[in-house]
């Protein structure tokens, strides 16, 4: 069993930073590439990013450069630092983990860019 937990969103500025956290309980998290989704207003879910378990990432082409995603393999956990944040990067943001074909969802963390 999988659990992910997301924190860190939040309201910002555009040209703002913000840094998601993806805390995990149980063994499958180190074993397994972890994703970054997220779902603006009225939109469908997207990748935003992802790591392996080697640490190869991979980003959506809107956020390269601007976001990076990191992974702590002693803490269980996976980051998603966002930079020059932009208003349409407003939107509910999503740790997934896909053990044997099965996807594992956190609750979701919220972050809104507006001036």
């Known amino acids: 069993q999988v659990q992910l937990v997301e924190s860190g969103g939040g309201s910002v500025q555009p040209g703002g930073s913000l840094r998601l956290s993806c805390v995990a309980a149980?063994?499958?998290?180190?074993?397994?590439?972890v994703r970054w989704y997220r779902q603006g207003p009225g939109k469908q879910r997207e990748l935003v990013a992802a790591?392996?378990?080697?640490?190869?990432?991979d980003y959506a082409n809107s956020v390269k450069g601007r976001f990076t995603i990191s992974r702590d393999t002693a803490k269980n956990t996976a980051y998603l630092q966002m930079n020059s944040l932009k208003a349409e990067d407003t939107a509910d943001y999503y740790c997934?983990?896909?053990?044997?074909?099965?996807?594992?969802w956190g609750q979701g963390t919220q972050v809104t860019v507006s001036s």
């Open positions: 149980g063994s499958a998290f180190n074993l397994n590439t």
């Open positions: 997934n983990l896909r053990v044997f074909e099965r996807d594992y």
């Open positions: 790591i392996t378990r080697y640490g190869t990432t």
